[in-house]
Nanobody, 123 residues
């Protein structure tokens, strides 16, 4: 069992930066691949980024590639999402998630979810 708690969301102007954190409980955090998803009002939840259990492999949605960076610190049981050059279209609730499977890109791949943190980017 893994419990996930996101933090770091807030209001930022376009072009600004935020860093989201996802703190995980449990000693097995290092065994899970981790991901970030987001859901904008009126839209379905979408994949943002994922990172392998070791941190050696990362994956990004095209819409955030080059602007967002996913990372993890297994010693701290924490995952991060550094978001730079933010755009109004990045406004959404951001969720972290954990998966024990080898797939990353779909909601159905993930076993555990956080409660979400709101990111609002003003123009």
């Amino acid at each position: 069992q893994v419990q996930l708690v996101e933090s770091g969301g807030g209001l930022v102007q376009a072009g600004g930066s935020l860093r989201l954190s996802c703190a995980a409980s449990g000693r097995t955090f290092r065994l899970y691949h981790m991901g970030w998803f987001r859901q904008a009002p009126g839209k379905e939840r979408e994949f943002v980024a994922a990172i392998s259990w070791s941190g050696e492999s990362t994956y990004y949605a095209d819409s955030v590639k080059g602007r967002f960076t996913i990372s993890r610190d297994n010693a701290k049981n924490t995952e991060y999402l550094q978001m730079n050059s933010l755009k109004p279209e990045d406004t959404a609730v951001y969720y972290c998630a954990a998966t024990g499977s080898g797939s990353y890109g779909s909601e159905s791949d993930y076993d555990y979810w956080g409660q979400g943190t709101q990111v609002t980017v003003s123009s």
